[in-house]
């Protein structure tokens, strides 16, 4: 039986976006979808206030209506559950996760500086779950499009060719072929002693990303696949590539002890326009 794609929802912008993400996905995929809503108690700067579990059930209750309506809407014959869960939000979705193909949240809009933002809850869901996470920003449209980079016409993987992990590589081409868009690997180095030139057409590394991708050509055929070995920082290529693109993935070390997320995906899953999947890998 397929992994069902987990979705948190509350009802802010940004899970509106998500769940939307996710039942396009789920769609696609003929997998079902989860819904889970944390119920959490509710604490003001001050003083903390008790919410009475009915009032938390009514909440619930009400959040996960409207988010199974809108997803009936949006895909009538997608087969659907919701589940509502008395915990903290982050543990919620990583349990979520665990069982997941995917694990669908939202982020927040526009920050005081270029770029999105994206809250404790989602750095902590990042940096600890098991399974691929994808962040959607407020403004998935109607079409399946992100409305902040216009339309979807590839997907775009950041990849060290000194580090590559299969993991990453099968999910990128995977989803590529999915979704039958174009798939763009990149990879880029910063070293302010080369030439841009000279590092960027250093054939020891257009060698090395070939290699790397060389059987996940042969295993997906149809993808339409574009190598771009680059100089420069590696998170500024990325973000800049993800304007026009259906997704951007990144990779996250799975640390043996605590959470660890890398300078790179730190810098992606905040500042891209377009969806990011954060992909675990050994």
Same mark, same amino acid.
């Given at each position: %039986?397929?992994?069902?794609?987990?979705? +948190?929802?509350?009802?802010?912008?940004?899970?509106?976006? #998500?769940?939307?993400?996710? #039942?396009?996905?789920?769609?696609?995929?003929?997998?079902?979808?989860?819904?889970?809503?944390?119920?959490?108690?509710? =604490? *003001?700067?001050?003083?903390? &206030?008790?919410?009475?579990?009915? $009032?938390?059930?009514?909440? #619930?209750?009400?959040?996960?209506?409207?988010? =199974?309506?809108?997803?009936?809407?949006?895909?009538?014959?997608?087969? %659907?559950? @919701?589940?509502?869960?008395?915990?903290?939000?982050?543990?919620?979705?990583?349990?979520?996760?665990?069982?997941?193909?995917?694990?669908?949240?939202?982020? *927040? +809009?526009?920050?005081?500086?270029?770029?999105?933002?994206?809250?404790?809850?989602?750095?902590?869901? &990042?940096? $600890?779950?098991?399974?691929?996470?994808?962040?959607?920003?407020?403004?998935?449209?109607?079409? +399946?499009?992100? @409305?902040?980079?216009?339309?979807?016409?590839?997907?775009?993987?950041?990849?060290?060719?000194?580090?590559?992990?299969?993991?990453?590589?099968?999910?990128?081409?995977?989803? @590529?072929?999915? *979704?039958?868009?174009?798939? =763009?690997?990149?990879?880029?180095?910063?070293?302010?002693?080369?030439?841009?030139?000279?590092?960027?057409?250093?054939?020891?590394?257009?060698? #090395?990303?070939?290699?790397?991708?060389?059987?996940?050509?042969?295993?997906?055929?149809?993808?339409?696949?574009?190598?771009?070995?680059?100089?420069?920082?590696?998170?500024? *290529?990325? &973000?800049? @590539?993800?304007?026009?693109?259906?997704?951007?993935?990144?990779?996250?070390?799975?640390?043996?002890?605590?959470?660890?997320?890398?300078?790179?995906?730190?810098?992606?899953?905040?500042?891209?326009?377009?969806?990011?999947?954060?992909?675990?890998?050994?």
């Amino acid at each position: %039986m397929s992994r069902p794609i987990t979705v +948190g929802v509350d009802g802010s912008e940004g899970s509106v976006a #998500a769940l939307d993400w996710a #039942a396009d996905e789920a769609a696609l995929r003929g997998t079902t979808l989860r819904l889970v809503y944390a119920t959490r108690w509710q =604490q *003001h700067q001050l003083q903390a &206030v008790k919410v009475s579990h009915q $009032d938390r059930a009514d909440e #619930a209750e009400g959040v996960l209506a409207l988010t =199974q309506q809108r997803v009936r809407a949006r895909r009538p014959d997608l087969e %659907m559950t @919701a589940d509502e869960i008395e915990d903290a939000p982050a543990n919620v979705l990583l349990a979520g996760a665990s069982d997941a193909e995917l694990l669908v949240v939202g982020s *927040h +809009g526009l920050g005081s500086v270029r770029g999105f933002v994206v809250g404790s809850v989602g750095q902590e869901v &990042v940096a $600890d779950a098991r399974r691929p996470v994808v962040l959607v920003r407020p403004g998935y449209g109607e079409a +399946g499009r992100a @409305a902040v980079g216009g339309g979807p016409e590839k997907v775009v993987l950041g990849l060290d060719v000194n580090e590559v992990h299969d993991d990453l590589l099968e999910f990128a081409f995977d989803f @590529a072929g999915r *979704h039958s868009v174009p798939l =763009q690997i990149l990879h880029s180095r910063h070293h302010s002693f080369l030439p841009h030139s000279t590092a960027a057409e250093d054939p020891d590394t257009r060698s #090395a990303l070939s290699r790397a991708v060389g059987p996940f050509r042969a295993r997906f055929p149809t993808v339409e696949l574009t190598e771009v070995s680059a100089q420069g920082r590696p998170a500024e *290529h990325l &973000v800049e @590539a993800a304007t026009g693109a259906r997704l951007v993935i990144v990779g996250r070390r799975r640390a043996a002890k605590g959470s660890h997320i890398g300078s790179v995906t730190h810098a992606v899953i905040h500042h891209a326009s377009c969806p990011v999947a954060v992909v675990p890998h050994t």
